[in-house]
């Protein structure tokens, strides 16, 4: 029954941390166990009552402060001068600013909102197809959940209890290597997507444009930096950038006015409270799972599947291309990780971080799959461009994002590298 209740909820349309919500009353309903009634708000309270969750609306403060700032814009003007003399730059341009992005604001889907909101005119208006310019933003969009500071990376060290910082530092290569894969797709596809000649667009001198990024840059430092060498704590880092944003934007751009700060506090909260009301959510439906022993079942499934580990790592790596589909990725991670993480440490002794990389990187690939997508309908809908136009230029930067998942799955080394 909470099966099916789940299975219907979801074809309904109704929002996924409502059917997690209704779907661990069924369970207790028609399990006749009301006593779990009693138990349920410690649960659900527990799930916020952890200290490392407030680096969560920090980053996503962080992301709204950069942007009425000024500050995501000076990256877009300094990453233009510096690849302006490279063939097909704008499309350099954009994947670069998606990776500076990344390593400050934590959240894909607003990063694609951003820049697909900035950069899919820019493309336009230099003669590429405006499918391959939303393509590009939301593929680029991938590297938010893997370059550190990253919002799953967060969530997983909450649930699975480990260090944030060194799975901060272990999205690292991974993020690199994604990167130079998507560059050289840029390579192959952007002389197919050009349907007309380059635009002259004013063009910012290069010692301008660097100098106006040379701050914005410090924000990056400061967080991963901070978090390399131990000086500060995930939160912490997400708490100093933050300040620094707001000194940088208010203070030395002049972009930001007080005036502007409500509603990026507004914005903030509302937000934050959309992402822990589904941590709350899926918290209530994995301990219904785990009441009901479904770890157990699952470590017996796979036990009689196969007694290799790496064997484990990629039918888990199916899986949740499966479930990335259907599920939200930080609904599907809550759930899945206190299922899946036993398993493999008891079972099969794969690190927690090695495991928790992988898991919300290829959970992160959900963002440009159908039918949830998240980052293919904001890509949609800020560009204006309709899904089956983007979908015939999205696979490849799947396709890229796989066979990096794998190279990490296959090679354990590249997730402590920089630990």
């Known amino acids: 029954m909470t099966l099916a209740a789940f ?17 661990t009353l069924t369970f207790v309903i028609t399990s006749g166990n009301y006593r779990l009634f009693e138990n349920l708000p410690q649960v659900i309270f527990g799930s916020l009552e952890v200290f490392d969750l407030l680096a969560i609306p920090l980053f996503i403060l962080l992301g709204e402060i ?17 690849f302006a003399w490279i063939p097909h ?113 004013e063009r910012t001198p290069l010692w301008r444009a660097t100098r106006g990024a040379l701050l914005t840059l410090s924000i990056p ?4 930096g901070g978090i390399a060498f131990g000086i500060v704590t995930p939160t912490e880092s997400a708490a100093a950038a933050t300040l620094m944003a707001v000194v940088i934007g208010a203070l030395f751009f002049q972009d930001l006015k007080w005036g502007q700060l409500p509603g ?13 009301f589904l941590i709350v959510a899926a918290k209530a439906f994995g301990w219904v799972l785990v009441y009901n022993q479904i770890p157990q079942q699952v470590a ?19 899986m949740l291309i499966l479930v990335g589909m259907v599920l939200d990725g930080i609904a599907a991670l ?13 079972n099969y002794g794969i690190d ?33 461009v309709s899904l089956p136009r983007i979908t015939k230029w999205i696979l490849p930067f799947i396709v890229a994002a796989c066979l990096v998942i794998l190279a990490v799955i296959f090679n354990p080394w590249m997730v402590s590298l920089f630990s």
């Open 264 to 276: 990026v506090l507004s914005r903030t909260a509302r937000n934050t409270a959309i992402v822990l």
């Open 300 to 318: 017996g499934l796979m036990q009689g599947t196969t007694e290799s580990p790496l064997v484990f790592m990629l039918l888990v790596f199916v």
């Open 334 to 346: 809550i759930i899945l990780v206190p299922i899946l993480l036993p398993v493999a440490q008891q």
């Open 66 to 82: 950069m942007n009425e700032g000024g500050i995501t814009r000076r990256i877009i003007t300094a990453t233009r001068a510096w």
């Open 7 to 23: 299975i219907v909820l979801m074809l309904l349309g109704m929002p996924i941390a409502f059917v997690l919500l209704a779907s």
């Open 352 to 384: 927690p971080v090695h495991f928790g990389i992988v898991t919300c990187m290829t959970l992160s690939l959900g963002l440009l799959t159908p039918p949830v997508g998240a980052g293919l309908y904001v890509a949609s809908a800020i560009s204006n």
């Open 89 to 201: 730059s704008i499309a350099y341009v954009s994947l670069t600013s998606n990776l500076m992005l990344a390593s400050i604001m934590g959240s894909a889907t607003a990063q694609i909102a951003i820049m697909s909101r900035v950069m899919t005119p820019e493309l336009e208006r230099d003669g590429y197809d405006k499918g391959f310019a939303a393509a590009l933003t939301a593929g680029a969009g991938l590297l938010g959940p893997i370059i550190p500071p990253s919002m799953v990376f967060i969530i997983y060290g909450v649930i699975a209890q480990v260090s944030i910082g060194a799975m901060f530092m272990g999205g690292i290569l991974p993020g690199l290597l994604l990167f130079i894969l998507i560059s050289g797709l840029i390579t192959i596809m952007a002389r197919r997507a050009r349907k007309k000649g380059s635009v002259d667009q």
């Open 221 to 224: 430092t400061v967080i991963v």
